[in-house]
């Protein structure tokens, strides 16, 4: 597995998303050949070929993987009330299965799979439920109660089913809320005031940027097999020590390590071991004593 992009021919799709738009020129300024799919045309996307079709389609997804080396599959209803929820679910495992089925029989060497940390069913989570530990890792227990949270869960089983059928390496990153440095800034100040509802997601976030950088180092990383993991940048969002607030909004929930300062409550250690990630962009706030 090569681990430069450098003259290799990678297909995007979702590229015209929040993370999609980013991505594209990261790995086009890494010297990568750039193909997009898209359900909708945007004419500020700028790639070597870019096309409109869907991801559900089989004659769509088959053209776009025409000459691909890799691929970065994007495209996904990206909430659980974004669309009824037989379109959410059916929308997302369609595509991931269409995609990397079709990928894997062309005998392309390797995806990335844009993962949700709502897969492990909490963040979207109908009932007042608490994670089972923290940090959050890859072993933490699921409760699903949402299509949304089951359809990137199932997305995950078939990224493993991909790999011992077809070979292809696969991973999927468990993305946290993603966003533009000026909207994190923002939600923020959401965590400040309402600091409780921030637990299920161990307060956590990445910047499009990193977003983007995960993706690119997830397509040379040289490890083999389907993994999924929590992604996230090294602090939170909230302005309040971690400890503080574990104690405060999660009292009942074993710690299996202390937390420093503003540090995330989830295990990042897959990340920085299996594609050598760490964020670069974290949200400067000030540190503050957590109100009564």
Sequence with gaps: MTTDLNGAHVLVTGASGRIGTVTVPHLRELGAHVTTLSIAGNPGLEADRVLVGDTRSQDDVADALDGIDLVVHLAALAHRDIAPPYDVYSTNVVSTFNVL?????????RAVVAGSINSYGLPMNRHPVHPA????????????????????????????MAWRQWGIDIITLRFPHVHDEAALREHARFHHDHPHAGVTEAWSYLTTTDAARAIALSLTATTTGAHAFFLAAGDTLAPYRTEDLLTAHAPDVPRLRRFIDR??????????????????????????????
């Excluded at 089925?101 to 392309?108: K, L, P, R, V």
């Design 133 to 160: 530990y923290f940090p959050l890792d890859t072993d933490i227990p699921v409760d699903i109660s949402d299509w949304y949270s089951l359809s990137k869960r199932n997305d995950e089983n078939t990224a493993r």
């Design 263 to 292: 540090e995330v409550p989830i295990d990042l250690t897959p990340a920085r071991s299996l594609i050598g990630f760490e964020a670069h962009h974290l949200i400067d706030l000030p540190t503050l004593d957590l109100p009564a």
């Design 101 to 109: 089925a079709q990928a894997g029989a062309a005998g392309i060497g």
